[in-house]
């Protein structure tokens, strides 16, 4: 079955301890993408990868890393969380970057981040 | 920069109500845009999609076209069932780096 999936789904952790939420799909796809989700604000794209080894910075990078060393995996990683992190992540995954008919985006099932 | 703007909610409804939600964007090329479902407790699913002015979106009964002139890609449906409640969101993608750019999202409750 062609997905994406994230870990852990809920994690509850205290500022300044180091985490990483893993992220992984098997549809061969280049493109994918970190975003959180906020009440009154949608989703907004945290960073993303256009292929292995190609980073970028998306709307609200800081506090954030990411590393893109296989093309089926993009963690996210958060090296000194603190309280206003706290939030829903979702990573996406589509064939390519270019957009248009045929590059749909599909989404993983969230991690819901606590930062005590 | 580009940004989505959609109804506030919640939008209350009873079983088979019609259905409107609206979105209009800000955009300074000709982007794709999509509406996408959140059910309780999941992630976003592609619900519909237009990639070109005039084009019309549809999947499950519900419906939406790209109006370039008022800059709008609303959301309809004829007959809501239960089913259909769940978070709403109209996005935008960019022609490259295929970032998406959410609306606020809009809570729909079906009583029935």
């Known amino acids: 079955e062609a997905q994406v999936t994230q870990n852990p789904r809920y994690l509850i952790t205290v500022t300044g301890k180091k985490l990483t939420v893993t992220c992984s799909q098997n549809?061969?796809?280049?493109?994918m993408s970190w975003y959180r989700q906020d009440p009154g604000l949608g989703l907004r794209q945290i960073y993303y990868?256009?292929?292995?080894?190609?980073?970028d910075k998306g709307d609200v990078p800081e506090g954030y890393k990411v590393s893109r060393k296989e093309k089926r995996n993009f963690p996210l990683i958060l090296e000194s969380p603190s309280p206003n992190q706290t939030s829903l992540y979702f990573c996406?995954?589509?064939?390519?970057?270019?957009?248009?008919?045929?590059?749909?985006?599909?989404f993983g099932p969230g991690t819901r981040l606590t930062v005590l | 920069g580009d940004s989505v703007t959609q109804m506030e909610g919640p939008v209350t409804l009873s079983e088979e109500a019609f259905l409107t939600i609206n979105c209009t964007y800000t955009?300074?090329?000709?982007?794709?845009l999509f509406w996408y479902v959140q059910y309780p407790g999941e992630g976003l699913q592609l619900l519909l999609k237009?990639?070109?002015?005039?084009d019309k979106g549809s999947n499950k009964g519900f419906e939406a076209t790209y109006r370039k002139e008022t800059t709008s890609f609303h959301l309809e449906k004829g007959s809501v069932q239960v089913s259909d409640s769940a978070v709403y969101f109209c996005?935008?993608?960019?022609?490259?780096?295929?970032?998406?750019?959410f609306g606020a999202g809009t809570i729909l409750r079906v009583k029935s």
């Open positions: 996005a935008l993608s960019e022609w490259y780096g295929n970032k998406l750019v």
């Open positions: 990868s256009m292929n292995v080894e190609v980073t």
């Open positions: 549809m061969n796809h280049e493109y």
């Open positions: 955009a300074t090329g000709y982007p794709s």
């Open positions: 996406a995954s589509s064939l390519s970057g270019t957009g248009g008919e045929t590059d749909t985006q599909y």
């Open positions: 237009a990639t070109k002015a005039d």
